[in-house]
């Protein structure tokens, strides 16, 4: 079942809220519309959302239900116009349950991440270096693929992490999703510094090789999304 939820402009807060449907297996695809998140934030393009500060988040009621392979990928803009995150785990997308499920992709202008967590290896994190410059839109892509992940920028491989025993990604009833910060207990994890375009995540492994051939627009849903 495939489905795409466009979000509303949300309040001065900039957190925005909707609402996924539990379907299995399901994926989501957000479109993002023109959003700023601060007076003073540079103008960028329509049909992308502006994170500037490192509490800027989109939080989504729901979960996803994969099982051994996930494609969590993105179309980002790091802005010379704003400022540069102190932080490593900037995140553009986040399902978390403590101690039973992560799905992640995080990136600034140093770094890629991605991770999940699975039964045998419950940190599967890779890292990586993003050689992305400043003030250009980028495809980006983190690939569970069974017992491999990998990491993509502009349909080029960046790394891969091979691990051994059950590639089963945990899914939980209780997780949340968000697109920006994350709320972790009395804490938060910043936000993704930059302009997203649009974020999909899928229930297969959508790329492998060393090099693939990124969307070049925004990606229609399908039977995997």
Same mark, same amino acid.
């Given at each position: 079942?495939?489905?795409?939820?466009?979000?509303?402009?949300?309040?001065?807060?900039?957190?925005?809220?909707?609402?996924?449907?539990?379907?299995?297996?399901?994926?989501?695809?957000?479109?993002?519309?023109?959003?700023?998140?601060?007076?003073?934030?540079?103008?960028?393009?329509?049909?992308?959302?502006?994170?500037?500060?490192?509490?800027?988040?989109?939080?989504?009621?729901?979960?996803?239900?994969?099982?051994?392979?996930?494609?969590?990928?993105?179309? @980002?803009? !790091?802005?010379?116009? &704003?400022?540069? =995150?102190?932080?490593?785990?900037?995140? #553009?997308?986040?399902? %978390?349950?403590?101690?039973?499920?992560?799905?992640?992709?995080?990136?600034?202008?140093?770094?890629?991440?991605?991770?999940?967590?699975?039964?045998?290896?419950?940190?599967?994190?890779?890292?990586?270096?993003?050689?992305?410059?400043?003030?250009?839109?980028?495809?980006?892509?983190?690939?569970?693929?069974?017992?491999?992940?990998?990491?993509?920028?502009?349909?080029?491989?960046?790394?891969?992490?091979?691990?051994?025993?059950?590639?089963?990604?945990?899914?939980?009833?209780?997780?949340? @999703?968000? !697109?920006?910060?994350? &709320?972790?207990? =009395?804490?938060?994890?910043?936000?993704? #510094?930059?302009?997203? %375009?649009?974020?999909?995540?899928?229930?297969?492994?959508?790329?492998?090789?060393?090099?693939?051939?990124?969307?070049?627009?925004?990606?229609?849903?399908?039977?995997?999304?």
């Amino acid at each position: 079942m495939s489905q795409q939820k466009k979000l509303l402009k949300p309040s001065s807060s900039y957190t925005c809220i909707t609402n996924l449907k539990r379907v299995y297996p399901i994926a989501i695809l957000l479109v993002l519309p023109h959003i700023t998140a601060s007076a003073n934030a540079q103008p960028f393009p329509s049909g992308c959302a502006v994170f500037s500060r490192p509490t800027d988040t989109i939080s989504i009621n729901g979960h996803t239900l994969v099982t051994n392979q996930i494609t969590i990928e993105a179309e @980002i803009l !790091i802005s010379s116009a &704003l400022p540069v =995150p102190t932080y490593s785990e900037a995140r #553009i997308f986040e399902e %978390q349950v403590s101690g039973l499920c992560d799905k992640q992709l995080w990136a600034s202008l140093g770094i890629i991440r991605g991770a999940t967590w699975v039964g045998d290896n419950p940190n599967t994190l890779i890292t990586v270096t993003n050689p992305g410059a400043n003030d250009v839109w980028h495809h980006l892509a983190f690939v569970h693929d069974f017992n491999e992940d990998r990491v993509y920028l502009d349909g080029l491989e960046l790394g891969t992490l091979d691990f051994s025993g059950d590639p089963s990604i945990a899914n939980s009833p209780d997780s949340r @999703i968000s !697109i920006g910060a994350f &709320l972790y207990g =009395p804490g938060i994890v910043g936000s993704f #510094i930059g302009a997203i %375009q649009w974020v999909r995540v899928s229930c297969v492994a959508r790329y492998s090789g060393a090099s693939v051939t990124p969307p070049v627009t925004v990606p229609s849903s399908d039977a995997f999304t």
